[in-house]
């Protein structure tokens, strides 16, 4: 590099304008981004929860419990409630393929998890409780059950 190139280089300014705006813009995009997706989230609790069987097309509702009126409907093929108290419900989904997911709706806490089962993997078991809407659904890929909050499947068992 030639000397009159060296000291044309250090004779402009590190940033130009248009350089701290587009770093600017990047900056702000970020943190909005932050703020809808850490902030923005329905934290309202769980309305109603529904066990699905099968994927994509072949899916159907076999069960369906909403909080508010403590009303539970499900398919007896399907679904085998194990006990039944004040504070929490429990079922069994009884997979095509012959395995089971023992499912707790705790009513206490507005709350539902999947307590055991016997597939190998055993994902169900150790995802998180659904506590709000915005909750991640259960999912049991061996047996071909979702356990979701209403909010998000929006179907009912007919």
């Known amino acids: ?11 402009e300014k590190g940033f130009k304008v248009w350089d701290l705006v587009v ?4 900056i702000i995009l970020i943190v909005v981004l932050f703020v809808v997706f850490v902030f923005a989230r329905d934290a309202s609790p769980v309305d109603v929860i529904t ?20 009303s539970l409907v499900y398919d007896e ?9 004040e504070d929490a419900i429990e079922l069994t989904f009884h997979a095509e393929n ?4 023992v499912i707790l709706i ?16 055993l994902d169900c078991v150790h995802t998180p409780a659904i506590t709000s809407n915005s ?4 999912i049991c890929s061996n047996h071909h059950m979702i356990v979701q909050t ?6 009912v068992i007919q």
Request: proline share 3%; glycine share 6%.
């Open 135 to 138: 909750s991640l659904p259960i």
């Open 98 to 101: 012959g395995g089971h997911n």
């Open 106 to 121: 705790d009513i206490a806490n507005a709350s539902v998890s999947v307590t055991s089962a016997d597939c190998p993997s």
């Open 51 to 70: 066990v699905s069987a099968g994927f994509a097309g072949e899916q159907r509702t076999v069960c369906t419990y909403t909080f508010a009126t403590r």
């Open 23 to 26: 770093y600017a813009a990047v």
């Open 77 to 85: 093929s399907a679904i085998t409630v194990n006990s039944r108290t």
């Open 1 to 11: 590099m030639s000397l009159k190139k060296v000291e044309q280089v250090r004779a």
């Open 150 to 155: 209403d909010y998000i499947s929006g179907s």
